[in-house]
């Protein structure tokens, strides 16, 4: 119950998981009074769930080809309604000399509850969102290469004869780089952009 803080690991750059996380929370989460610093590294802060909800603090951190995103929740607003709450009442109990007063406690307990629920459904939404943000981030990066290596057409025969040959070196066999290979022609690349996205990324050009 309450959820203090999260991270999580998305394959897109830090820049723009930033302004995926923004575009979420303005409009799928329904965040209010936004404050955003692009400065890196990337950070905001919204409050989500109304007026009584909890603020959310958001900092995204670039490590290598993944960003890691960070949660971190703030119930101050929350707990101070309560302490407010109990305050008053304690205060009209003692005064009108009755317990009667202390029903009014059961208001924070629905409260508390509303508050976690924001919280878990912020957390919620962002899980559900990662994966179709990173498949939409491969796939115009696929068209983007697609592009790049129509206008530099390569000799993807020669390529992957160096790319053995590398491995073959350095491993004793060719096992991880046909994985590699196999791996991009499962997220839908030909064989032959497979193995030029592998030179690229193995520094064979």
């Known amino acids: 119950m309450f959820p203090s803080r999260s991270r999580k690991y998305v394959h897109l750059g830090a820049e723009q998981a930033y302004e995926s996380i923004i575009h979420l929370m303005r409009e799928n989460l329904g965040a209010k009074n936004m404050e955003t610093e692009h400065a890196k590294p990337f950070s905001a802060k919204a409050d989500i769930g109304g007026p009584l909800g909890l603020t959310v603090y958001v900092q995204v951190l670039p490590e290598g080809s993944?960003?890691?995103?960070?949660?971190?929740?703030?119930?101050?607003?929350?707990?101070?309604?309560?302490?407010?709450?109990?305050?008053?009442?304690?205060?009209?109990?003692?005064g009108w000399r009755t317990a009667v007063t202390m029903l009014v406690l059961i208001l924070i307990l629905p409260l508390g509850v509303g508050v976690d629920s924001a919280a878990?459904?912020?957390?919620?939404?962002?899980?559900?969102?990662?994966?179709?943000?990173?498949?939409?981030?491969?796939?115009?990066?696929?068209?983007?290469?697609?592009?790049?290596?129509?206008?530099?057409?390569?000799?993807?025969?020669?390529?992957?004869?160096?790319?053995?040959?590398?491995?073959?070196?350095?491993?004793?066999?060719?096992?991880?780089?046909?994985?590699?290979?196999?791996?991009?022609?499962?997220?839908?690349?030909?064989?032959?952009?497979a193995i030029r996205k592998t030179a690229e990324e193995e520094g064979i050009h």
């Open 66 to 94: 993944v960003s890691a995103l960070d949660f971190s929740f703030s119930y101050r607003k929350t707990l101070f309604i309560s302490l407010v709450l109990l305050v008053a009442v304690i205060g009209l109990s003692l």
């Open 120 to 193: 878990r459904r912020f957390l919620n939404v962002i899980n559900e969102a990662l994966p179709h943000l990173e498949g939409e981030f491969a796939r115009r990066t696929l068209m983007d290469d697609r592009k790049r290596w129509q206008l530099e057409p390569k000799d993807t025969e020669d390529l992957h004869r160096r790319l053995r040959e590398k491995h073959v070196k350095t491993w004793g066999n060719t096992n991880v780089l046909e994985y590699k290979i196999a791996e991009y022609e499962g997220q839908g690349l030909t064989r032959d952009e």
